[in-house]
């Protein structure tokens, strides 16, 4: 059986140059994701307490429910700054809702500086059991907020990092930030080698996929991750754009929040039989793969737009 995706289909939602029909359920289901939305910006009112992907996402979103636009080319997606029971243990909630929530689940991914990684991967199975107990139909983004504040504390005081942080206010924080950039595609070799070589100056990890689509990750200290993607992106990349964002708090060079050990080189086998043709299309499935090792699965539906099957083995 072929689990791999229609990869035709991926690239045009996330290039923007396809939109999503909907019906009048769909448009049911989005009011419900606005009215929600609202909710929360009612009880989180200040500044970097939610934050929103696209800043006009309330316009668009209600520029569709007037009938005055046809589609919606984006799912609506925002992060919540989660307050705990313990000092600076503050978690940042991502949300991606699918157009047919809350008939089908969000994509929910919690992340913070205190949790080590084995926390945080127990605390987001928790956290998506509680979500899979609502029935079908049920807003459950602001209950899982609650859920978050209530039970997180465990989590936090059994991290490693908890038990090894350091109390000395003195220490200097730096900001740390991930970038997942998006290109039509990425072949030439000079392009390939300025790449690697601004990774290498600006001492950040990740990765950069060759072929179609070109993605690259990279992440660092956030003055660098900026350095690169300026220096990237001019004079004259068109096709390029960053997706998704991920920031925090570090000490030193971010040692502790990499994801990615090197800045890899990402080759994988091609979807379908191009012969010699240079244009082939990289096979996704392969790709989801290794985000799952690296604990980034939740990046493929921001940066596709659907949700992604790995490859038959």
């Known amino acids: 059986m072929n689990n791999r995706i229609d990869f035709d289909f991926c690239l045009q939602v996330a290039s923007g140059f396809t939109s999503i029909p909907m019906s009048s359920i769909i448009k049911e289901n989005i009011q419900l994701q606005k009215a929600e939305l609202e909710m929360l910006l009612s009880m989180f009112p200040n500044k970097g307490e939610i934050t929103l992907q696209d800043e006009n996402t309330m316009y668009t979103v209600q520029k569709y429910l007037n009938d005055e636009s046809e589609n919606l080319l984006h799912n609506i997606e925002y992060s919540i700054a989660v307050t705990t029971g313990e000092p600076k243990g503050r978690i940042n909630l991502q949300v991606v809702l699918p157009y047919d929530y809350p008939c089908a689940a969000p994509q929910v991914f919690a992340r913070s500086d205190a949790l080590d990684r084995q926390q945080q991967l127990q605390l987001n199975k928790d956290l998506t059991s509680y979500i899979s107990s609502f029935e079908s139909g049920e807003l459950c983004i ?9 039970n997180s504390l465990p989590y936090l005081q059994n991290s490693k990092l908890h038990c090894q942080r350091v109390t000395d206010e003195k220490i200097v924080k730096r900001l740390f930030k991930r970038m997942w950039i998006y290109s039509h595609h990425i072949y030439r070799q000079e392009l390939r080698k300025k790449i690697f070589d601004c990774a290498k100056k ?69 979807h379908g039989d191009y012969g010699l043709r240079n244009d082939y299309h990289m096979d996704l499935g392969q790709f989801l793969e290794f985000l799952k090792a690296h604990q980034s699965e939740h990046v493929f539906h921001i940066l596709f737009g659907v949700e992604g099957k790995c490859s038959d083995s």
Do not use: M
């Open 202 to 270: 600006f001492n950040l990890t990740g990765f950069c996929l060759t072929g179609k689509p070109g993605i690259i990750c990279v992440e660092g200290l956030k003055e660098n991750c900026e350095e690169f993607w300026h220096v990237i992106r001019y004079p004259n990349w068109k096709h390029i754009s960053c997706k998704h964002v991920e920031s925090g708090e570090t000490e030193a060079n971010g040692d502790d929040l990499r994801l990615f050990r090197a800045f890899e080189d990402l080759q994988f086998q091609a």
């Open 142 to 150: 602001c209950a899982a907020v609650q859920w978050l504040k209530d």
